[in-house]
């Protein structure tokens, strides 16, 4: 078995936590230091493809759709929306962590295949959150992958994302029709009750962490 090496660490910004990113021979991962549980992992991404691919289902048609991104991770979430979306498109990832895109950029760049070297693609180094906040019906999609779930695990302020006044900015920062699509490592009821309470139609779908196996995650597709 060939060890795992790490590769660096991160603080989390508002946060007393850090990101450790390791490599195992072709393999890389993204953990909280001092958790077993992964983040992310560049051989279980089925999930992380499958929030773009449902997300774009619903606005593939539209001219010049943009949509926004919260949390770049490895970038398969990203590369999954440039696949699906057309020339015109226009997708913006904001990440809280500086190191995540360097390491995007850097020792896993080729992981997702560059999706940080298409034109279409542009980096926030920030809060996905203040995105949102200073939106007005700019995004046909949202899509929000910042966490396990619908709370906040790498830092409780990321809480705010799933309240109700954050579901509420979220639905004025989209456009007429927009989706709200949102990743998580299970369901929860009470938040797709907080969805139906903010003014979106909400539905989940499921999707694994590999093509026919591996963990089934659920997706939270809101529209307005």
Known sequence: MIPWEELGRARIPGSDSELVLAQRGREYSIKIAGHTSELMNSRLHGSEDALADYACELIVNRKRPR???????????????????????????????????????????????????????????????????ASDAAYDAILLDVDN????????????????????AAQS???PHGVLAVWSAGADDRFTARLKKAGFSAQTRTARARPGKGARHTIWLARI
């Open 67 to 133: 949509m926004l991104i919260g949390g770049l991770g490895m970038g398969f979430t990203l590369a999954a929306a440039l696949k699906a979306l057309g020339p015109d498109a226009s997708v913006t990832v904001a990440e809280l962590v500086p190191e995540v895109v360097e390491w995007n950029r850097g020792p896993m760049s080729m992981v997702a295949g560059y999706p940080l070297t298409d034109e279409r693609a542009r980096v926030h180094v920030g809060d996905v959150a203040d995105l949102i906040r």
């Open 149 to 168: 779930g619908p709370e906040g695990m790498t830092k409780e302020a990321n809480d705010w994302l799933y309240s109700l006044p954050g579901l509420l």
């Open 173 to 175: 920062a989209l456009r």
